[in-house]
């Protein structure tokens, strides 16, 4: 019995140790499709969810990789009109970010990423007649945002990505088809 209680005590010393120092983080975001493109006028955030490794400390700077995985759905089957379709959109982004910390106001994390977006579109149905059918769209990204430390280990964000996808020969290249801006609210957990 002893020796249970002398475990858990030294876990939950270890855990509580680890908090705002940890290298690793988890986070939960729901995304919201912004601006007047094909994402930003017709399809709705579902969830995002990601993982930061910060794996260096330059003087005020962490410098780590992440991964964040999303879903976006567009579904236009309610209207059984000339445009019957569902796409739901898997989102892929692996990332390299750099986090200021600043000593004055050290609850507050500005953070910058830069990486790479996989836009895997999974269609069903048809549009004006014609069968729709499953792509796949990538690009470069770019990332900022905030986080908030609520608890030394909880903490809330707000974050936008831009992402310029490339173009196939088929697919007109205007910013239209091209520019994806999603805005992501969500909370944290330093482990």
Same mark, same amino acid.
Request: charged content about 15%; aromatic content about 12%; cysteine-free.
């Given at each position: 019995?002893?020796?249970?209680?002398?475990?858990? !005590?030294? !876990?939950?010393?270890?855990?509580?140790?680890?908090?705002? *120092?940890?290298?690793?983080?988890?986070?939960?975001?729901?995304?919201?499709?912004?601006?007047?493109? &094909?994402?930003? $006028?017709?399809?709705?955030?579902?969830? *995002?969810?990601? =993982?930061?490794?910060?794996?260096?400390?330059?003087?005020?700077?962490?410098?780590?990789?992440?991964?964040?995985?999303?879903?976006?759905?567009?579904?236009?089957?309610?209207?059984?009109?000339?445009? #019957?379709?569902?796409?739901?959109?898997?989102?892929?982004?692996?990332?390299?970010?750099?986090?200021?910390? %600043?000593?004055?106001?050290? $609850?507050?994390?500005?953070?910058?990423? &830069?990486?790479?977006?996989?836009? +895997? &579109? #999974? =269609?069903?149905?048809?549009?004006?007649?014609?069968?729709?059918?499953?792509?796949?769209?990538?690009?470069?990204? =770019?990332?900022?945002? %905030?986080?908030? #430390?609520?608890?030394?280990?909880?903490?809330?964000?707000?974050?936008?990505?831009?992402?310029? @996808?490339?173009? #196939?020969?088929?697919?007109?290249?205007?910013?239209?088809?091209?520019?994806?801006?999603?805005?992501? +609210?969500? @909370?944290?957990?330093? !482990?």
């Amino acid at each position: 019995m002893k020796q249970k209680l002398l475990l858990a !005590l030294l !876990l939950i010393f270890s855990i509580k140790s680890l908090s705002q *120092d940890s290298k690793l983080s988890i986070e939960m975001n729901f995304p919201i499709p912004i601006d007047q493109n &094909f994402i930003g $006028k017709s399809y709705n955030g579902i969830i *995002d969810v990601g =993982a930061k490794y910060r794996f260096a400390e330059i003087t005020n700077f962490n410098i780590g990789t992440s991964i964040n995985g999303g879903i976006l759905v567009n579904n236009t089957n309610k209207n059984n009109g000339i445009q #019957d379709f569902k796409v739901t959109s898997y989102l892929i982004q692996p990332k390299v970010f750099a986090e200021l910390k %600043i000593e004055s106001i050290s $609850k507050f994390h500005p953070f910058v990423g &830069f990486g790479y977006t996989f836009m +895997i &579109f #999974d =269609a069903s149905g048809t549009n004006n007649g014609f069968d729709v059918s499953d792509s796949t769209h990538s690009g470069i990204n =770019a990332n900022f945002g %905030i986080a908030y #430390d609520i608890t030394n280990r909880i903490f809330a964000e707000i974050q936008y990505d831009y992402v310029k @996808l490339k173009v #196939d020969n088929e697919t007109p290249n205007t910013t239209f088809n091209t520019n994806v801006n999603l805005l992501k +609210i969500g @909370l944290g957990f330093r !482990l």
